[in-house]
């Protein structure tokens, strides 16, 4: 995975990510499947062109300054054909930053979060079905925070939802696929007081299902895929 995400200001982030996965089938419907990614990023801080309360700040230089980091995350995932649960832990090795500006650099590290998450499908009729999802985010220096979606999908084609993050955004969504590609837009409108700067965001999310093995189209259909264990997803 390939990422860059200019996240407003001066702060930039430029990674790339090389994961893996194992699954162990529990019966016929039911399996686990464990994963572990290695990703490495470079930060850039670009603090020339500030407008600073404070002067004086030491943390502020007013210069360039760029810094590389590895980590590694790790997940776990139950699932069967209309339910999913698990969790997840990024940021394992909790990596120092590189800016700060005390010489023993414990303060500027990647935090380590741990996320719990899990859905489950209902079928309304042969048509549409019904998926209410939430991922709860724990770390060490925040307060847990819930996220809560309803999706909606007409023949696991179309689909569309509404979520919210608490205390941050309210989240829509709508999106469609066709053979091995799914297209999905996002819109988050900020809640907090975040959003004086940044008042919404837009996501767009292309990905392709890849055959592994004796893998294909089957009973479960184009959505039941995502977690299908003879598919590769890219995004």
Same mark, same amino acid.
């Given at each position: 995975? !390939?990422?860059?995400?200019?996240? /407003?200001g001066a702060m930039r982030r430029t990674g790339v990510e090389f994961t893996g996965t194992y699954t162990l089938d529990l019966n016929?419907? &039911?399996? @686990?499947?464990?994963?572990? +990614?290695?990703?490495?990023?470079?930060?850039?801080?670009? +603090?020339?062109?500030?407008?600073?309360?404070?002067?004086?700040?030491?943390?502020?230089? +007013?210069?360039l300054e760029t810094s590389f980091t590895a980590d $590694?995350?790790? /997940?776990?995932? @139950?699932?069967?054909?209309?339910? $999913?649960?698990?969790?997840?832990?990024?940021?394992?090795?909790?990596? $120092?930053i590189g800016w700060d500006s005390e010489p023993t650099n414990q303060r500027n590290r990647l935090a380590r979060h741990y996320l719990l998450m899990g859905h489950y499908?209902?079928?309304?009729?042969? &048509?549409?079905?019904?998926?209410p999802s939430a991922v709860a985010r724990f770390t060490g220096a925040t307060p847990a925070q819930l996220d809560a979606y309803l999706n909606f999908s007409y023949r696991q084609m179309l689909w569309g +939802?509404? %979520?919210?993050?608490?205390?941050?955004?309210?989240?829509? *969504?709508? %999106? /469609?696929?066709?053979?091995?590609v799914q297209v999905t837009y996002s819109y988050d409108l900020t809640?907090?007081? @975040?959003?004086?700067? *940044?008042?919404?965001?837009h996501e767009l999310t292309i990905s392709y299902y890849l055959p592994r093995k004796s893998g294909g189209f089957n009973s479960r259909s184009f959505g /039941?895929?995502? !977690?299908?264990?003879?598919?590769?997803?890219r995004n």
């Open positions: 995975v !390939l990422e860059q995400d200019d996240m /407003g016929n419907e &039911d399996a @686990v499947s464990l994963g572990l +990614g290695l990703m490495a990023q470079q930060l850039t801080f670009d +603090g020339r062109d500030l407008d600073v309360l404070e002067q004086n700040d030491p943390a502020l230089t +007013g210069a $590694a995350r790790f /997940g776990m995932m @139950v699932f069967g054909k209309n339910y $999913a649960f698990g969790l997840a832990a990024p940021n394992l090795l909790q990596s $120092a499908r209902y079928a309304i009729n042969n &048509d549409f079905t019904f998926k +939802g509404i %979520g919210f993050r608490q205390g941050d955004a309210i989240v829509l *969504s709508i %999106g /469609g696929g066709a053979k091995d809640t907090s007081d @975040v959003g004086r700067l *940044s008042p919404h965001t /039941g895929r995502v !977690l299908d264990r003879s598919w590769i997803i």
